[in-house]
């Protein structure tokens, strides 16, 4: 069975740095594509980031390109975030997500889904 699960969410001032974690079991993300999503009430779900199966390319959205940086680390089979000099925009519902597939935007190109952390840039 397949777990993806999401931490490090929480309250950060604009300007502030954030890192978030998704901890993979079942799957192992070295394998595939592993990206994160964003998705902020009323909007559509973004991909932020993504590494392709194998690590050979990352994939950073240009919203976010410059602040936000994702990592795996293989052996602890996690899935990483770094979030800086946030801006108000950034607040959403951060979720992981993974597949077979290479490293698509749509969301529906991804099998496996955590239930996401929250995000809040606020002052």
């Known amino acids: 069975q397949v777990q993806l699960v999401e931490s490090g969410g929480g309250l950060v001032q604009p300007g502030g740095s954030l890192r978030v974690s998704c901890a993979a079991s079942?799957?192992?993300?070295?394998?595939?594509?592993s990206a994160w999503f964003r998705q902020a009430p009323g909007k559509e779900r973004e991909r932020v980031g993504c590494?392709?199966?194998?690590?050979?390319?990352?994939y950073v959205s240009d919203s976010v390109k410059g602040r936000f940086a994702i990592s795996r680390d293989n052996a602890k089979n996690t899935l990483y975030l770094e979030m800086n000099w946030l801006e108000f925009e950034d607040t959403a519902t951060y979720y992981c997500?993974?597949?077979?597939?290479?490293?698509?935007?749509?969301?529906?190109?991804?099998?496996?889904w955590g239930k996401g952390t929250q995000v809040t840039v606020s002052s």
């Open positions: 997500a993974t597949g077979p597939r290479p490293c698509w935007t749509a969301p529906a190109m991804y099998n496996y």
């Open positions: 590494i392709s199966p194998g690590g050979g390319s990352v």
């Open positions: 079942g799957v192992r993300l070295a394998s595939y594509a």
